[in-house]
């Protein structure tokens, strides 16, 4: 295993066991969420187990292709 993939590794644990997230969880693949009437995307979501993923891929067909 490259250093690289080491060193990624070991700032993930720290990301999420930094979380404010009592049981978090990881979602990859591209989903949006509309917030404060702009959409909002990204290819991985750390989210709350209980609360659930809010975002999804239906969203994404809200953006512009600008």
Same mark, same amino acid.
């Given at each position: 295993?490259? @250093?690289?993939?080491?060193?990624?590794? @070991?700032?993930?644990? @720290?990301?999420?066991?930094?979380? #404010?997230?009592?049981?978090?969880?990881?979602?990859?693949?591209?989903?949006?969420?509309?917030?404060?009437?702009?959409?909002?995307? #990204?290819?991985?979501?750390?989210?709350?187990?209980?609360?659930?993923?809010?975002?999804?891929?239906?969203?994404?067909?809200?953006? #512009?292709?600008?």
């Amino acid at each position: 295993m490259s @250093i690289n993939k080491i060193l990624l590794l @070991i700032f993930l644990g @720290i990301f999420i066991t930094a979380c #404010s997230v009592k049981e978090p969880r990881l979602s990859f693949g591209k989903k949006c969420v509309e917030k404060d009437n702009q959409v909002v995307y #990204s290819y991985v979501w750390v989210y709350d187990k209980k609360l659930g993923l809010k975002a999804d891929k239906i969203t994404c067909e809200l953006l #512009s292709d600008n």
